[in-house]
């Protein structure tokens, strides 16, 4: 290890210089107290390089931040990119054979993929930086943030078939993805609740899994399965993931939502899911469809969504968002984002575009709330993903003859009993959740019986 003015002397340049490079990756240092000691081996690789002449690629003077990979979806080669591993832009965008496969968020639907939907779409995949326990997964000086993480494992996850293969690798599809083969586990315990790891991330679908909540993919029962934690002491959101089961197994069809049952680890409980992807199939979030078909902020959502829906030929788009909907606002769910509902498609056709079934629902049933504020007024929340007041949104629904009210019969007995299971609730928060819900659900009701006045009775 080196001081900064020794490195200096070593390089011929300043100690503010020196710091530069730290700074900039371009020197593997450590911090003790308030002064850098720097790696002996990146002051040798440095003093390696040759002096670049002319103007830097990507207007990078680091070329180790330089990366060239195919975009992969299988074994289609989709196109061919430059990354800025520092900047996180991408470059030299090149269609290839395969671009056909292209991911819906890298551009209209009807161009070639462009650098800056592709940049995008790149960072969506990776980790959030403020995931907890995190940090710990970056002490390394081949990763330095989650992006870099995501890219060591190639991108891969368990959501859809798209990998970043190194430029000018051999590699198959088949004998990598997790679909067919096995992952590792222990970074994703790592990220889940402290376990020990016993190294940084290795070759798990974890890397590639965004979200703000703990979370790990594991192997339950031969079914592949999402682990998901809550936050803080309370930890609700997975008794939450649970009661939102019951709801929608009362209000929908199967298979059009995935059933979340409760896990126990080192005596917390977490919310567990199968995958709704498979080998064949591949999840679309409704942000990369509404980038493929070019609906931005200016325009409405709701609508552009729908018709984006109806060119791709789901003739019952309008019903499932309205059930989405209408299930949102009796669980009061204000984290409906456009990234946790979409649509899913046959991969080799490209085609048989359906509905996704509804996931993420830990953020209904007064998350966040208090008791005092649950009994000191009705529940405010802002609605999401189409309009900002619930009410507003609920008004969006068009025909509700599939709702049938009945079928909420004995709701209120669902919600003490999966509520009850949590510890750090309260009896009063629980009958304050049942009298809220009561409320949401007759609101619906009465929307229901005035829509169905004009099409038709239940």
């Known amino acids: 290890m080196f001081t900064t003015k020794e490195v200096a002397e070593k390089l011929n340049v300043t100690v503010?210089?020196?710091?530069?490079?730290?700074?900039?990756?371009?020197?593997?240092?450590?911090?003790?107290?308030?002064?850098?000691?720097?790696?002996?081996?990146?002051?040798?690789?440095?003093?390696?390089?040759?002096?670049?002449?002319?103007?830097?690629?990507?207007?990078?003077k680091n070329p180790r931040m330089l990366s060239?990979?195919?975009?992969?979806?299988?074994?289609?080669?989709?196109?061919?990119?430059?990354?800025?591993?520092?900047?996180?832009?991408?470059?030299?965008?090149?269609?290839?054979?395969g671009v056909d496969w292209k991911p819906f968020g890298t551009g209209l639907i009807e161009t070639s993929p462009n650098r800056y939907d592709l940049a995008t779409w790149i960072s969506s995949r990776a980790?959030?930086?403020?995931?907890?326990?995190?940090?710990?997964?970056?002490?390394?000086?081949?990763?330095?943030?989650?992006?870099?993480?995501?890219?060591?494992?190639?991108?891969?996850?368990?959501?859809?078939?798209?990998?970043?293969?190194?430029?000018?690798?051999?590699?198959?599809w088949h004998e990598l993805n997790y679909f067919e083969n096995e992952y590792e586990k222990a970074f994703g315990e790592a990220l889940l609740d402290g376990a020990k790891r016993a190294h940084?991330?290795?070759?798990?679908?974890?890397?590639?899994?965004?979200?703000?909540?703990?979370?790990?993919?594991?192997?339950?029962?031969?079914?592949?399965?999402?682990?998901?934690?809550?936050?803080?002491?309370?930890?609700?959101?997975?008794?939450?993931?649970?009661?939102?089961?019951k709801l929608l197994s009362r209000l929908l069809d199967q298979g059009e939502y995935v059933a979340y049952t409760l896990v126990e680890r080192h005596g917390r409980a977490f919310s567990a899911c199968p995958t709704m992807?498979?080998?064949?199939?591949?999840?679309?979030?409704?942000?990369?469809?509404?980038?493929?078909?070019g609906i931005t902020q200016g325009r409405d959502v709701h609508c552009g969504y729908l018709d984006a829906g109806a060119t791709l030929g789901i003739s019952d788009i309008s019903e499932q968002l309205d059930k989405m909907i209408v299930a949102d606002h009796i669980m009061a769910n204000f984290d409906r984002h456009t990234h946790n509902f979409g649509l899913i498609r046959d991969v080799e056709s490209r085609g048989a575009y359906r509905v996704a079934p509804l996931f993420d629902n830990g953020c209904g049933f007064y998350s966040r709330a208090t008791t005092v504020e649950l009994e000191t007024r009705p529940y405010v929340w802002e609605a999401h993903p189409f309009r900002m007041y619930p009410s507003q949104q609920l008004e969006l629904?068009?025909?509700?003859?599939?709702?049938?009210?009945?079928c909420l019969d004995g709701f209120m007995d669902d919600i003490a009993t999966i509520l009850g299971q949590n510890?750090?609730?309260?009896?009063?928060?629980?009958?304050?959740?049942?009298?809220?819900?009561?409320?949401?659900?007759?609101?619906?009701?009465?929307?229901?019986?005035?829509?169905?006045?004009?099409?038709?009775?239940?």
């Not at 040798?44 to 040759?50: A, D, I, V």
């Not at 290795?202 to 998901?228: E, H, Q």
């Not at 629904?397 to 009945?406: E, I, K, N, T, Y």
């Open 423 to 458: 510890p750090n609730l309260d009896n009063r928060f629980i009958e304050m959740a049942q009298q809220q819900t009561a409320q949401r659900i007759a609101q619906v009701t009465h929307t229901a019986a005035e829509r169905n006045a004009l099409f038709g009775g239940f």
């Open 397 to 406: 629904v068009g025909s509700l003859q599939w709702f049938d009210p009945a």
């Open 16 to 60: 503010r210089r020196v710091n530069a490079l730290i700074a900039s990756g371009d020197l593997q240092a450590e911090k003790f107290g308030n002064a850098w000691m720097i790696d002996e081996r990146s002051v040798s690789t440095r003093l390696e390089q040759p002096i670049p002449s002319g103007r830097p690629k990507m207007g990078e």
């Open 68 to 97: 060239s990979y195919v975009l992969m979806n299988r074994n289609h080669a989709v196109l061919t990119f430059t990354y800025n591993r520092r900047t996180h832009e991408t470059a030299n965008v090149t269609p290839c054979e």
């Open 200 to 245: 940084i991330a290795g070759y798990t679908p974890d890397t590639a899994t965004p979200g703000m909540l703990a979370k790990a993919w594991m192997r339950i029962d031969g079914i592949d399965c999402l682990v998901k934690g809550g936050l803080g002491n309370e930890n609700r959101e997975p008794y939450n993931e649970v009661l939102a089961t």
């Open 127 to 172: 980790i959030p930086a403020l995931r907890p326990r995190l940090p710990l997964a970056l002490r390394s000086p081949e990763v330095t943030d989650a992006s870099d993480l995501m890219l060591s494992s190639w991108g891969l996850n368990l959501s859809d078939q798209y990998w970043f293969k190194p430029l000018d690798t051999q590699a198959d």
């Open 277 to 293: 992807s498979t080998a064949e199939t591949e999840f679309i979030p409704a942000a990369d469809v509404l980038t493929a078909f």
